[in-house]
């Protein structure tokens, strides 16, 4: 019901403007597709190559799951070539994808990074006024919403508390039962939704023509949190084990509020959680498709090492990311959904 009053508030307005606007003329065939993608560091890739030649602190990378998906409709077309725009920026929440800027962290407070200038990282536009949608989009691809919760905030604080209490849950106690002022998960759930909703009604209403696809986050943790050696920073580091459960249903739920809105508008999901579970941060080097607190990065990859460098010199500060194997697995099922789409239009 709640989902259905947003939707009278909020998207009924839309469509009335919409159906009462003249129609428009049929837009001329064109030579190519245009597919936007859109997204955070998941999509932006991170630590999968070397950053860009021209870095704006948004960190998109040569091997993230949008190049991947890229190159491979570049050696086989979908009948036509199709131009990729990625916009993906590292620490994007929902309202960056269609109605604010973002001030990009680049590799993260307090890093030296040589390419930063002296005054910080500037402003970007919304992603999609960086992608340039608009009605001759084909296809836009989205993978947002992790920092609306925001994930990494909600892992820094279980790493935190798991340091000085190991035992118990205590992280879920502390977000179920949270201080005055701060917001439980069904709320950080509930305003993720409402978020979610305006920023596809945004996306629909400056891409009109363009199938929408929404990516879900893969599988961070395991089913068994014995795998994850409480300590070890290359898996879960401090977080409890009492803790891994709930943040494992967590994610579920993250992924399933996005799902959620993305069948109530009738676009697309990509489910990258199922494929990906027995790949989480806790398996072997080698299985795991998500690197830890301290990880192994792309052998190209300028990432900053920062504390990891202490472990070995190969290791960076990955914090529960994605690594190659991961992002070729996600390009699988984008690769695959985005071909769909391009064939309905």
Same mark, same amino acid.
């Given at each position: 019901?709640?989902?259905?009053?947003?939707?009278?508030?909020?998207?009924?307005?839309?469509?009335?403007?919409?159906?009462? %606007?003249?129609?428009?003329?049929?837009? *001329?065939?064109? +030579? @190519?597709? !245009?597919?936007?993608?859109? /997204?955070?560091?998941?999509?932006?890739?991170?630590?999968?190559?070397?950053?860009?030649?021209?870095?704006d602190g948004c960190e998109r990378t040569p091997n993230s799951y949008p190049d991947l998906v890229d190159r491979e409709l570049s050696e086989f077309p979908p009948g036509l070539p199709v131009q990729l725009s990625n916009a993906s920026c590292g620490n994007a929440a929902i309202p960056h994808v269609a109605s604010e800027s973002q001030t990009p962290i680049g590799w993260g407070p307090g890093v030296d990074d040589p390419a930063k200038p002296a005054d910080g990282w500037a402003p970007v536009?919304?992603?999609?006024?960086?992608?340039?949608?608009?009605?001759?989009?084909?296809?836009?691809?989205?993978?947002?919403?992790?920092?609306?919760?925001?994930?990494?905030?909600?892992?820094?604080?279980?790493?935190?508390?798991? %340091?000085?209490?190991?035992?118990?849950? *205590?992280?879920? +106690? @502390?977000? !179920?039962?949270?201080?005055? /002022?701060?917001?439980?998960?069904?709320?950080?759930?509930?305003?993720?939704?409402d978020e979610y909703i305006t920023m596809l009604v945004?996306?629909?209403?400056?891409?009109?023509?363009?199938?929408?696809?929404?990516?879900?986050?893969?599988?961070?943790?395991?089913?068994?949190?014995?795998?994850?050696?409480?300590?070890?920073?290359?898996?879960?580091?401090?977080?409890?084990?009492?803790?891994i459960p709930w943040l494992r249903k967590a994610e579920e739920r993250l992924n399933q509020t996005i799902k959620t809105v993305t069948d109530f508008f009738g676009d697309r999901y990509v489910d990258t959680y199922a494929s990906s579970q027995g790949h989480d941060v806790c398996q072997p080097d080698g299985e795991k498709w998500i690197e830890g607190f301290c990880g192994t990065v792309d052998p190209d990859s300028n990432w900053p090492a920062g504390l990891c460098a202490q472990l070995s010199p190969a290791q960076r500060q990955t914090f529960f990311h994605p690594n190659n194997e991961g992002h070729a697995n996600t390009a699988q099922h984008v690769e695959r959904a985005v071909r769909i789409a391009l064939l309905a239009l």
């Open positions: 019901m709640r989902l259905k009053r947003f939707w009278l508030a909020v998207v009924a307005p839309v469509a009335a403007m919409a159906l009462a %606007a003249p129609p428009s003329a049929a837009a *001329p065939a064109a +030579d @190519h597709y !245009e597919w936007a993608a859109l /997204g955070d560091s998941y999509t932006a890739g991170m630590f999968t190559g070397s950053r860009s030649d021209n870095p536009p919304a992603q999609t006024e960086r992608a340039k949608v608009g009605e001759e989009t084909d296809v836009i691809t989205i993978g947002i919403g992790g920092n609306s919760l925001p994930l990494g905030g909600v892992l820094l604080r279980c790493l935190s508390i798991g %340091a000085e209490n190991p035992g118990g849950n *205590p992280c879920q +106690d @502390h977000f !179920e039962n949270p201080p005055e /002022g701060v917001e439980n998960l069904d709320e950080r759930l509930a305003r993720i939704q945004n996306v629909h209403g400056k891409a009109p023509n363009a199938k929408v696809i929404t990516v879900g986050y893969p599988s961070l943790l395991p089913d068994d949190a014995s795998t994850c050696g409480y300590g070890d920073p290359t898996k879960t580091a401090t977080i409890a084990p009492g803790d």
